[in-house]
């Protein structure tokens, strides 16, 4: 009970470091280990990223498959999702990061690429997969009149960011091409293929490259207010195990990079991180203190070094 209390004090104290930010862009890739990405000659956007910005050098998944990492990351818990079922058969009756800031007067968007139209329930179309947006697992999404205003494309993210019209809080997930997931199928192209991972690598590389440029040039970046743009991945490749922070056994070691506007440079972070430590910071950030199940949980801390501003 004491050492609990203590661990207590101490994230809450982490906490309070955390600089309130105006707009925070979470970009999710797909299946790849830490070692597989970070230094690899397959990655040198991300790679360069990391080195220049800030890296989570001990950052892991919840679990196996992708969904329940996905949930995880905006509602702090993965609710018992043990698989990558369709999202409407993991209705979860609960409150999220979304509802969080609706709560507090500020706003969202999931931009997800390959969407078949603003709003969509559609579980697959093309190389779009539902199951990669975590939000959609929620009945407050499924179920909101406003849906199509809150779930996109990438057409819309491109207007957003050269209007400078932007959410607080933007949720990015390319299709499985550009994710690093890929596909099987036999029309596929060798760049989005399962079967050839260095290509596949590259062409998300590629795709970081291009998001990351895109954000950096619009208004909010270059606004006085703090932004940031993380990228992290769902989970491993391997089907590793690695984990910490609530989430033991986890999902493998996993690549996160925090780029920030105004904030550290050249940081690597070796503190045991997972997507509710991610959580936690964001909440931190927008002033949000009542943590989603596992984000404040004892052991979860938030990202202090990879956020705080410079001095």
């Known amino acids: 009970m004491i050492v609990a209390a203590v661990l207590l004090a101490a994230a809450l104290a982490a906490d309070a470091k955390i ?19 970070i230094g690899s000659p397959d990655a040198p956007v991300i790679t360069r990223l990391a080195k220049q910005y800030g890296s989570a050098s001990r950052f892991y998944a919840e679990m196996h498959p992708s969904e329940p990492n996905y949930v995880a990351m905006v509602g702090g818990s993965t609710y018992g999702i043990r698989d990558d079922g369709p999202f409407f058969a993991h209705t979860i009756d609960a409150p999220n990061l979304a509802t969080q800031l609706e709560a507090r007067g500020l706003s969202w ?20 997969a539902s199951k990669h947006d975590g ?12 849906r199509a205003q809150h779930i996109v494309g990438f057409d819309r993210l491109m207007a957003d960011l050269r209007s400078g019209e932007l959410p607080n809080f933007s949720f990015i997930v ?21 079967y050839h991972p260095a290509a596949l690598i590259a062409r998300g590389d590629r795709e970081i490259g291009m998001l990351t440029g895109a954000i950096m040039k619009s208004p909010a970046w270059r606004s006085p207010g703090n932004a940031a743009i993380v990228i992290t991945w769902d989970e491993d490749d391997g089907g590793g195990t690695q984990g910490c ?9 996993i690549p996160t990079i925090v780029i920030t506007n105004h904030g550290p440079r050249g940081v690597v972070d070796a503190t045991p991180y997972n997507h509710y430590s ?11 203190h009542d943590y ?13 070094p990879l956020w705080a501003n410079r001095s």
């Open 109 to 128: 968007k999931a931009y997800t690429e390959g969407l078949p139209s603003p709003g969509s329930l559609a579980t697959f179309s093309g190389y779009y």
């Open 245 to 253: 922070c609530g989430a033991v056994p986890g999902g493998g070691h």
């Open 278 to 288: 991610l959580l936690r910071t964001i909440e931190d950030a927008f002033g949000i």
């Open 135 to 146: 939000f959609l697992d929620f009945h407050s999404v499924q179920d909101d009149p406003d």
């Open 292 to 304: 989603l199940v596992n984000a404040g949980a004892t052991g979860v801390v938030p990202m202090v």
């Open 174 to 194: 390319p299709n499985v091409c550009n994710e690093m997931h890929g596909a099987s199928r036999a029309a596929a192209p060798q760049s989005c293929s399962v």
């Open 19 to 37: 600089p309130r930010y105006d707009h925070i862009f979470v970009i999710v890739e797909e299946n790849k280990d830490y070692a597989r990405i």
